[in-house]
């Protein structure tokens, strides 16, 4: 009998495609099942009580929670195409990285992009010393991962594809080919790979999505 695997996803969540993205470089077929987050279905809001988000991951009919564990969940399941290295050592040094670029570096990118003034600049410094450590760690790498895509790369495919389009929707640039050419040329590499490209959500919906969403901040502000 085949396995029930599904996916609680949005579709522009960076958080969603990492899961997704995960599946596809081990070759696990799945289900998602679109939720939309102004209106949380009823099977969300009972499979991730506690943070009430996506993604969720289902297996057997038992949920799993939170991106990077689901990472590690979907690691441990199915065997083929690893994403963390054999080496303990090496394994740990990758959960590091991981756990760095949620707690600091897409905070400060994100946060970036949607703040004014002095608030903004001070993200932006922020957000440039991540990108910068991001750069030393890929020094003479293809991907953070060695030769091939691992879990590092799958939590950093924000800056690979999103940052991108937030950028040009906030008018301002942060990754920099000229100071961050790994990160660029990672991004490139990425961005060749059949598994990233097939779930990837296109650029231009993204855009018209984030777009929107700023001028109805911006409306809101006017209006008070």
């Known amino acids: 009998m085949a396995e029930e695997v599904k996916v609680f996803r949005s579709w522009g969540s960076p958080f969603s495609y990492r899961v997704e993205l995960a599946l596809r470089l081990k070759g696990v077929a ?4 679109e939720e939309d987050l102004s209106n949380k279905s009823t099977l969300l809001l009972e499979y991730n009580p506690v943070h009430k988000k996506v993604p969720v991951l289902l297996h057997h009919g038992k949920p799993i929670a939170e991106s990077l564990v689901i990472l590690e969940y979907i690691e441990e399941t199915w065997q083929e195409n690893p994403i963390l290295p054999k080496d ?3 394994r740990a040094v990758a959960r590091f990285w991981s756990r760095f670029l949620d707690d600091k570096c897409s905070l400060a990118l994100w946060m970036s992009c949607w703040t004014e003034g002095e608030t903004q600049q001070n993200f932006m410094e922020q ?3 991540c990108l910068h450590l991001l750069e030393e760690e890929l020094k003479g790498k293809k991907f953070f991962g060695g030769d091939s895509i691992g879990m590092v790369d799958i939590a950093a495919s924000f800056i690979a594809h999103w940052l991108g389009v937030l950028e040009e929707v906030a008018g301002i640039s942060l990754l920099d080919e000229e100071k961050y050419p790994n990160l660029c040329k990672w991004t490139e590499e990425f961005l060749k790979s059949d598994a990233v490209m097939e779930c ?14 700023k ?3 911006s409306a809101t502000k006017a209006s008070v």
């Open 200 to 213: 990837l959500p296109k650029r231009a919906n993204l855009l018209a999505f984030f777009q929107a969403r």
């Open 88 to 90: 303990p050592r090496e």
């Open 215 to 217: 001028h109805a901040i």
């Open 30 to 33: 799945y289900e998602y099942i």
């Open 127 to 129: 957000a440039k010393e």
